[in-house]
């Protein structure tokens, strides 16, 4: 039956990581914004020790799975949770350690025994990141172009390559966690020959090169990586060894998207209902408040952009919750997740771009969040496909086309 | 919990208005238009389908049925995705019945509702009045006591049904605040005006009242209407109608696009043309969920005039954004009588027109 | 020297197409929509007369051809007269008799014994009409598909196909004037086989089969036209003998459009200033005036909505003056011609739905012209290149890609 | 007649400020965001180039040359392609010197402006003040006489070059309208405030001021300012400098897609991008277009407030359109700060943040 409203589950979740959205994020945004690349220690080591280093939004964060208690919830309680963390700030919830992306690619196409081996470290001792490491910089969107390679030899894979804009990718090498390396096993094959590898931090021939500097997110840590003959043990290939000879391995791999895009939708009204939240209080301060039951003619222009700014976030709330619903029900969310990301991450852009306009000299001013979570909500329109590749992933499912036929 | 899930019931129903739209509505909807009648044998379809009646007390000829307004959502869309005119004519006459259900007095539902239950019956509702700043926020209609009667003074437009209706809801604004009241249609200084001529929602009859000093007793008041959550339902309805005038916009655009070659493959194929089909689904999606929260938070009892109206305006500007790229996709097919789509741009523009039109 | 003062002459023709549009087309216009495929016969009449048949905006209008006197404006004032025709009414203003498309097309690809030859009649007689007819029922943009064929036989060439979306072209054929019908030679030569060919009046095997009911500009005829072995004069093949054997009859004809286009640019910006100047005066009458100087905080949702929509008018009225002085000037305006068709088709398309809306039920109201110039608004995002096809020809003049490299 | 041709000397010094920009500019613009510095010796070369003193007298040590506001547009264009923050900081002085020219009494010009013909001169104006509706048409900052002084008190922001400045122009509400007054930096009151810290223009360093009861004399007062003109030729210079940032990003965005590929073509020729590109291609050509055309009403005594009113406002939202999609087209290299375009879209922000900063 058609409802809105969240279990009581995540309803508490989502007050108690307001709470800490307030207390432990808002007070060192600015901080950690301007300290670029330095690490909030206190806040990482706080939500490991909350955590117990589950990712938030992995799937392994899903309640009663196997069991009979209750509907699973788990991806939608993700979207929830890293909506409030977002609010917080984006930056620091990036920073966040956990089996992250990396995780999620394991959990996509890892076999049990890969599961255990590269996520069991992170409930236990020091904090750590898993990372994944797709984007060459020659090929962002179009990821069966990868030209980073693995070869076989005797018992291991030999990796080489550079890989850019590796979210956590520092940390994870750092950490004693991993990164997820797509790279070809052969060259001539496209989007057949591209696998996923797990490199463990310790490896040698694995090293960060460059770490970004950025319009926003500075807390994230977002690194340059070279593989000069990275050698790793043949089962950290992701999933059996069938995998080998089909497509099998990527579209595992880019189905780790279907399950992360919501979640990237969901960091994106984190930051947008940040900027409307504080948009709303500092309009009421100055004796400006949101009438909602008006027709334009009785309307304010700055009020009319609210409305308009505010439903385009609410929608794309909607959409984003209707992907995690999908997904916790076992349903294909592939058009679903892409729909969110799509719209979120638009809506994200505009709705900060906005409010920093509503609020004029004030709102370009580094006095307030606002022109950070501006340039923090850039990013949700650009990473984990673009909002173009969104688009054209919603095109072929609402088309029926293949990748070939609308590319 | 959060769930998209259609009950049983509400999918039962849905298929019915899904059939009843696709072979009644959908092919008469051009004709309908072009000439601007709709054919009185669809309202005793309508009567069959328990379209206005089935909320009805049993004594009132219904069966009781609680009233759902996201039940409510589901039908309207499903409606007007066969045609939006046909869809208000169809519903008009809840304007005036279900504003008795809900707020007036054990008299004037027995007076009234009967009618209803017995068969189509044409009341409805004057809401709308003829200024570009109109909302429903403030009524330039007046009502003022006058001893134990109400004279009510104004200009009211766009009112469905106008020509037939026995009765009209009409909402004015007294020295208490806005209110509801019956105005029979031979009440003197009451005068429906000549038809109006409207650039979309053809097929329908809508006309202009003037009230010029009625009077009626205070017995004709509405004593029990929530006026702003009667409103906010309102706002459901309409936007439940929009996201089916934007789903059917899209769904014709997609498959036109996929027949349609030029230069050599289908237009889909071009990522400007998919792109914007991309953005219409994502839309047609977007109001529905919308207006479903707040159809949902009406159902469960919570305050909802910001959600319905988000979800009326959002699918206001939505829609008319989503039939205006439908008539683009379609070239000079979508610029010509002989193919549906203009005749949806023209309805979609209505929409932040006539906030007020529609209800429940 | 920069400048955008009209010259005295285009500023005293503007000033006169106004008063007829005020006198002679404001008045009928709600007439001839309602009455679709009525001719307003004494509207044409009054045109023919002062015109003497020459077409608002073929080039046969600028002034001082091959004289010293002044600089060339006829394209300038073309564009000029046109918003101000439609001003007074966009479908009546297509209803005027004139060589039209057609005349453009001899004009831009004819020969001079061919000019002569065909249109000399506009300067005599009774009211005439010129029309070009290239779209055909399975191709619109992509002219390059089409399926009508012209056959040399002896001395004629045999035409044979159907035509859709003819402008004036039932007038044409009733008239003694002639229609421009893009044919192939060849089918498998794609481009390379379409010609352009004109036939007349009166000629056996072509005729009007369907004058097309539309949304709007309904007092202008758009003609379903069938050939059936219509036989014409070798001569009637646009052009000099040897464009039979290369594109550039082709090319020729498609030139007509770097012609024209800023003339359907003008004729948008018309519609669209009609809906502002009636939306400025009814909110004028209930008090609200428009303010310019004044940041969006002090504006009401209707201004700002008012000022916007008066910008993007005004930006695609001096893209469109910029196309048609580059043509005066001989200058070569394909991109800037494809830039103006652009802007106004989308501006006056929004400018109108907007001014709808911003008068509310009084807008959508047929009590008012607004919702009729909302209605023929349209047609300028579609007809001579729909916005699409022109951000296709912006998009490969911008990046110097050849229509294969970017299709 | 209507006329898109420079003259010759406007060719001429177009091509000079574009190699300015070019090679002194462009190079450094992404170092002087990071630093939050710009060399003072830029200003030496701005006053080689005379682009603040020419129009001075030949007896202050200009060369009396006629300001045009195209000609005006038409450099701020160029220089803002080269970088918003640095041309904000050359220009910065004419806020000052234009101001006592067009409306200083003659010992006004005589006391302040020779110092502009000597060498690079700092001084200022402040216009806007923090607040988030904040407009020209009314000033929150107040000037009241006290016998023969006036008496100013309010909060600026925003003010370029406060920190060197050695006077202000500064624009108040007086019982008359607004005017504007010269505010020596050493005017007991007058606090300039710590540098502000913006999203945006971060090279140039801005302050706020506060005046608390700041008392100058009647002679400081601009007797014959046209303010409104004043600001409109601010207007028209903000919005070719837009134009110049928009055009900035539309070559970078348009260049990059040609080179990088992806799916085995280059980004440029698929349709989404294209069209994206098409967009800022005519967005730019609009953006100048409106510009000029307010410009020329100023240089031929038009009325133009209407005009460059519009040409700014327009310039503002459509320059962030472009910046935000060309950031769009370089996806993650858009992000990072190894490319300027972060840069431009944070500067591009400020655009209708800071109306009335920037002027001739």
Known sequence: MISFDLSPRIAEMKNAIRSLAEQAMRPIAREFDEKEHEEPHEFQNLMWSISGGRAFGSSDDAPNEGKSSGPREGNLGACVTIEELSWGDAGLYLSIPNAGLGGAAVMAAGTAAQKTRFLGRFAEGQPKWGAMAITETHCGSDSAAIQTTAVRDGDDWVLN????????????????????????????????????????????????????????????????IVLEDCRIPADNLLGVAEVHQSTEGFKAAMATFDATRPLVAASALGIGQAALDLARQELAQRGVEIRYDRCDAHLSAIERDFLDAEAD??????????????????????????MAKAKAGLAVTRVTQKCVEILGPIGYSRQLLLEKWMRDAKINDIFEGTQQINMLIVARRILGYSSKELS | MFDLELTDEQKLIRDTIVSFASEKVRPIARECDETGTIPASLQTQAFELGLIHS???????????????????????????????ISLYL????????????????????????????????????????????????FATTARRDGNNWILDGEKCLVPLAAEASAFVVLAATPEGSAAFIVERDRAGLVIGEREKNMGIKALATHPLSL???????????????????????????????????????????????????????????????FMLADMAIEVDAIRLLTWEAAWRLDTGLPATTESARASRYAASSTLRVADNALQVLGGHGYIRDYPVELWLRNARGFSTFEGLATV
């Not at chain 1, 797509?182 to 090169?209: C, H, L, N």
């Open chain 1, 161 to 224: 390559g550079t890989k850019i804009y590796c979210t956590s990718g520092d940390r994870a090498l750092r950490s004693g966690g991993f990164v997820v390396v797509w790279a070809t096993v052969d060259r001539t094959a496209g989007r057949r020959g591209i696998k996923s590898f797990v490199v463990e931090s310790g490896t040698p021939g694995i090293k960060v090169i460059k770490v970004e500097d950025k319009l926003g997110i500075r807390a994230s840590d977002t690194a340059m």
């Open chain 1, 313 to 338: 976030l609410q929608a794309a709330r909607l959409l984003t919750w209707r992907a995690g619903w999908m997904m916790d029900r076992g349903q294909r969310n592939n058009l679903e997740a892409s």
């Open chain 2, 55 to 85: 909320p009805l007390a049993e004594a009132h000829g219904g069966f009781g049925e609680i009233r759902s307004a996201v039940t409510g959502a589901i039908v309207a869309e499903e409606l007007a995705f066969g045609d939006l005119s």
């Open chain 2, 91 to 138: 519903l008009a006459p809840r304007l005036f019945a279900y504003a008795l259900i809900d707020g007036g007095s054990e008299e004037q539902r027995a007076r009234f509702l009967p009618a209803f239950g017995a068969g189509p019956y044409s009341a409805s509702a004057a809401v709308v009045e003829p200024r570009f700043d109109f909302d429903t926020s403030s």
């Open chain 2, 212 to 274: 010029k000093g009625v009077s009626i007793p205070e017995s004709n008041r509405l004593p029990d209407l929530d006026l702003p959550r009667w409103l906010d339902h309102g706002r459901v309805a309409n936007a439940a109608m929009a996201c089916g005038l934007a789903r059917g916009c899209f769904e014709f655009a997609r498959d036109y696009a996929k027949e349609r070659k030029a230069f050599g493959v289908p237009i889909a194929q071009k990522q400007a043309v998919a």
